[in-house]
Structure formats: C-alpha cells, structure tokens
T-cell receptor
Framework: NAGVMQNPRHLVRRRGQEARLRCSPVKGHSHVYWYRQLPEEGLKFMVYLQKENIIDESGMPKERFSAEFPKEGPSILRIQQVVRGDSAAYFC????????????FGQGTRLTVV | QKEVEQDPGPLSVPEGAIVSLNCTYSNSAFQYFMWYRQYSRKGPELLMYTYSSGNKEDGRFTAQVDKSSKYISLFIRDSQPSDSATYLCAMVRGSYIPTFGRGTSLIVHP
C-alpha cells in the first residue's frame, strides 16, 4: 500500500537547465496537487490536476513552469531554464477526490539550482 | 491579510506538557480542516481531519474547530520529544485546494 512517491528526492541543476519532477499518487487517487515550500515559509499552492486535466494553475508562474498528469504514468512538474530562485522543496499530494477528503503528501523533491 | 494565519513559533515545552497549536482564518467558506505534522526534510503527514465544529479526538491528539470564531486548534496531551516537528493547519473550501498555514515549530525538550 504505497503512499505518494516522488522522485528524485534531490535534484541539482545548473542555471538554465530543465528540472523534471515526478509524482506517483496513491493507487486509485485521481487528484494531484503540487506545492512549493521555501525555508521558513509554508506550503504554497502551485497547481491542481485531475487525470489529463489541469483544474487550477493559479499558483504557478506563467513562464517556465508547466505540469501534466497523463492518463498513464506519474504527474510531472517541469521547470524550464531554472534560476536560483527556483531552489525549494516541491511537494506533491494526492486525494481520491477533491474537496471533502484528505490529501496525502509525498516526501518531496529538493531542487537546488547552482 | 492572509487567508490562514498561524504563529510560526518556535513553541518550546517540557516533556509531558499539554500543547495548544492554533490557526485563524478569514474566509468563512472553508469547510474542512486538517492538521499535518512535518519533520525536518520530510513530507507533511496527515494527523487529523475534521469538517464540523466541535472536538475530534485521536489518541493524544484533539482537533477543535470553532467556525463562528474562525479558529481551529490542535491539542497534544502528554507531549513527547518525538512530537518535536512543524505542525501545519490546512483548510479546504469549494475550490478543493487545501490552503495551508505557515506552520508552527514545536520543540518538546526532555
């Protein structure tokens, strides 16, 4: 009964490279949320996806960031042309449905841009 | 004003103390309330989940919701050093996106 799996756990990228973060939700969960956490700050919502659909991306920067949750396979958060300010912990959460259900988190991917 | 306010602490207590952690919120549309525990460099772990005003108990943890005051609390009885972590409140409204407080750092010293 695996929980939310995120990989890689740690990712180092040079400025200008692409970062690709993966999230496999709990089996049977079709709702995925991505959050970013900076030191001394809380979890900031980025994007909410259901299978093959982006429901809400109001928290995601308009440029360089994109997310997908295909019919098969994990959800992907992609950051193009990374900058030092992108360094943070990125967490994925999943739930069986939106709204009145709990969301379970993965262990996060810590992105460091050098 | 942030939608969810939570004092970052740190809150330092002796082992065995009763801990009270709190969040206030401004949007009365929030309907569901959660508490997460996050250890350093780990993902948040769901502790408690409730949707109604009143108390919900689970072992040493009690979650309290007062919708009229827009105030939620998490009480930890007989606190242990292993409870030392950051505690995050989260709330959900119709948009189905959990909104988090900043988190309160708790230190329980032996």
């Amino acid at each position: 009964n695996a929980g939310v799996m995120q990989n890689p756990r740690h990712l180092v990228r040079r400025r200008g490279q692409e970062a690709r973060l993966r999230c496999s939700p709990v089996k049977g969960h079709s709702h995925v949320y991505w959050y970013r956490q900076l030191p001394e700050e809380g979890l900031k919502f980025m994007v909410y996806l259901q299978k093959e659909n982006i429901i809400d991306e109001s928290g995601m920067p308009k440029e360089r960031f994109s997310a997908e949750f295909p019919k098969e396979g994990p959800s992907i958060l992609r950051i193009q042309q990374v900058v030092r300010g992108d360094s943070a912990a990125y967490f994925c959460a999943s739930s069986p449905k939106g709204g009145d259900t709990e969301a379970f988190f993965g262990q996060g991917t810590r992105l460091t841009v050098v | 004003q942030k939608e969810v306010e939570q004092d970052p602490g740190p809150l330092s207590v002796p082992e065995g103390a009763i801990v009270s952690l709190n969040c206030t919120y401004s949007n009365s549309a929030f309907q569901y309330f959660m508490w997460y525990r996050q250890y350093s460099r780990k993902g948040p772990e769901l502790l408690m989940y409730t949707y109604s005003s009143g108390n919900k108990e689970d072992g040493r943890f009690t979650a309290q919701v007062d919708k009229s005051s827009k105030y939620i609390s998490l009480f930890i009885r007989d606190s242990q050093p292993s409870d030392s972590a950051t505690y995050l409140c989260a709330m959900v409204r119709g948009s189905y996106i959990p909104t988090f407080g900043r988190g309160t750092s708790l230190i329980v010293h032996p």
